[in-house]
């Protein structure tokens, strides 16, 4: 990590937070708005998760595009302009449940995005640290972060996209459509949002914890048998459902 100006925020029951600042006086400002909204976020993860996750939580604001790419572990040939922040560890031991070097990486442009949209992101990330040493490496990812992303963004009323076009497509997410570039990439995690909102609202908030825990812990099954054990259908009857469910 390049020099820095470091200062810790406020604690926040078990958890104490260390901010990093490897930019300027505008990701100075960004840090300001995390210190703001990290307790919210750590409530967040904790109503889901409940599980005992780490104490310290850093979070690391970068100055420009390839500082970005080197703290967040990027590919640095690959365009990364649309992503805000990133949760890494330098390693971690599923074993012993224990990560090394856990941190969440915002990218330059998360300075200029709105409040919401910052709590969004940080809590996002929030929930990867927290179940970071509970997550396989070969975990379905399109399912971790779908997840993520309903830990942390509102329960509001959703906007299903348009019978017939992509975004609604019957099929489960994949992997694929979180790997594709700019706006591809928005639907393919919208349709992982939407999957697990889907599995909440017809399984319950448990229900969703429990197909994490099946489908992307360590030593986890195929998502057929993750299904099975976590939600008591087959994969074919939830993909039913799942259809029914996004076109209303």
Do not use: K
């Not at 915002?106 to 992101?121: E, K, N």
């Amino acid at each position: 990590m390049a020099a820095a100006l470091l200062f810790l925020a406020g604690r926040h029951d078990r958890h104490h937070v260390r901010l990093v600042n490897l930019g300027d006086a505008r990701s100075e400002a960004l840090l300001t708005r995390v210190d703001g909204d990290v307790a919210d976020a750590v409530d967040a993860v904790d109503a889901f998760w409940a599980a005992d996750w780490p104490a310290e939580i850093v979070v690391v604001a970068t100055g420009s595009p390839a500082q970005f790419a080197a703290e967040a572990q990027l590919d640095p040939n690959r365009q990364w302009s649309d992503i805000a922040a990133v949760a890494v560890a330098d390693s971690v031991d599923l074993d012993n449940r224990r990560a090394v070097g856990q941190r969440i990486v915002l990218a330059p442009g998360a300075a200029g995005m709105s409040d919401s949209a910052l709590r969004i992101v940080l809590t996002h990330e929030l929930f990867h640290l927290a179940a970071r040493v509970d997550t396989a490496l070969d975990a379905p990812r399109w399912l971790t972060e779908g997840t993520a992303d309903f830990v942390a963004r509102p329960s509001a009323p959703l906007s299903l996209p348009t019978v017939g076009t992509p975004a609604a497509s019957p099929e489960l997410p994949s992997d694929a459509e979180l790997d594709a570039a700019g706006a591809e990439r928005s639907v393919g995690y919208d349709r992982a949002w939407w999957f697990t909102r889907f599995v909440a609202d017809t399984y319950g908030v448990d229900g969703l914890r429990r197909l994490y825990v099946a489908a992307c812990g360590p030593g986890h099954g195929d998502l057929a048998a993750a299904v099975r054990q976590a939600l008591g259908v087959d994969l074919n009857r939830l993909q039913t459902q799942w259809e029914r469910w996004l076109t209303g």
